[in-house]
């Protein structure tokens, strides 16, 4: 689904990405993990078109896609959430994922003055979307309630329902569970795989805990220093003596990475 090659991201003298090479197979819940600083972030961030690569190539599905912007990629189907939820604060939940689908015939003035039955078609079936979605990831009986006023766990599960709105193909998701309780981490997580296996969705997953990560993820990518440093499942990983140097010298069999 998406391929990185020698992909370089530079800020001044600092190398965020520094040559990094990497795949993400189509259907996969592709995790990447990897010590504070290694650049993931800044790796998600280039692949989105929300940052443009100093050098390096990114394809998708064998289409150059490097430096595409945002909207564009959004279009194609590439998608990302992001470590702190971005919620329209004083829109309802079911409003904030109503305005998500593009091409809305309420954006044009012309039929707020002559197609005022086709925005009323349409909104109709984006509310009943929208409250399907809600539904499909339990907070159904937060529809009307401002989306700034839930939890940051149900925020991210709002954040994901925004993919739902639309054809997503791949979605990266950015530390989903920070700041999140167990239980509503295992709700997300739920959520994923349902979408992985129901909906077709491909996952790339940026996540600190690893409990989550070997629950969801297969293969496991972990970076250091900007670039790929190892890559297998959840078991090759934390055996891995290069991995294990990365993140804390020594040890990594006897202690999980913060």
Partial sequence: MIRVENLHKHFGGFHAVDGATLSIEKGSITGLVGPNGAGKTTLFNVIAG????????????????????????????????????????TMTCRENLMMVPGGQSGEVLWNTW?????????????????????????IGHLADHPAGAISGGQKKLLELGRTMMVDARIVFLDEVGAGVNRTLLNTIGDAI????????????VIEHDMDFIARLCDPVIVMAEGRKLAQGTIEDIKADEHVIEAYLGTGLKNKEPA
Avoid: W
């Fill in 50 to 89: 929300v940052l443009q690569p100093t050098s390096g190539r990114v394809f998708m599905e064998d289409r150059d896609i490097t430096g595409l912007p945002p909207h564009k990629l959004f279009a194609q189907g590439l998608l990302r959430t992001f470590q702190i939820a971005h919620e329209f604060s």
């Fill in 114 to 138: 002559f197609g005022r039955k086709r925005i009323a078609e349409e909104e109709r079936a984006l509310r009943a979307q929208a409250d399907e979605v809600l539904d499909f990831l339990t």
């Fill in 193 to 204: 795989l349902r979408l992985n296996k129901e909906r077709g969705y491909t996952f790339c």
